[in-house]
Nanobody, 124 residues
C-alpha cells in the first residue's frame, strides 16, 4: 500500500505563490509517474501537470502552463508543485496521484494512489 500526503495549501492573494508538497510512504519502490490534479467547486477533477519517472518528461495543462512547475525528489519520495502568479480561478482542492506506470499519462484512470487533497484559495 502507498500513502500520499499533500501539504502547503492555504489562502493567498492573486499574484502570489504557493508551493505544494506530496510525500509518499509505504511501498514506494519502483518507477512511477506522478501528477497533480485539482477540483474546483462544482467542477470535475482535472489533471493540471504530470511528471514521468525519473522526471525527464512533464505535461502541463494550458491553464497552468508557464505559471506552475512540477518537480520531484526521488530520494525523498516527494513531488512538488510550485505555483506562481496565482489567479482566483486556481482556487480548488489539489490532489497528488501516483501512476501505475513510469509514463506521465493524462487519463485519471492511469493513477491508482491518491492523496487526501489540500485546499488552495486565491482571493482577488
Amino acid at each position: 500500500q502507498v500513502q500520499l500526503v499533500e501539504s502547503g495549501g492555504g489562502l493567498v492573494q492573486a499574484g502570489e505563490s504557493l508551493r505544494l508538497s506530496c510525500a509518499a510512504s509505504g511501498r514506494t519502490s519502483g518507477s512511477y509517474a506522478m501528477a497533480w490534479f485539482r477540483q474546483a467547486p462544482g467542477k470535475e477533477r482535472e489533471l493540471i501537470t504530470a511528471t514521468s519517472w525519473p522526471g525527464s518528461s512533464t505535461y502541463y495543462a494550458d491553464s497552468v502552463k508557464g505559471r506552475f512547475t512540477i518537480s520531484r525528489d526521488n530520494a525523498k519520495n516527494t513531488v512538488y508543485l510550485q505555483m506562481n502568479s496565482l489567479k482566483p480561478e486556481d482556487t480548488a482542492v489539489y490532489y497528488c496521484a501516483r501512476s501505475r506506470t513510469p509514463t506521465a499519462g493524462v487519463y485519471e484512470g492511469q493513477y491508482d494512489y491518491w492523496g487526501q487533497g489540500t485546499q488552495v484559495t486565491v482571493s482577488s
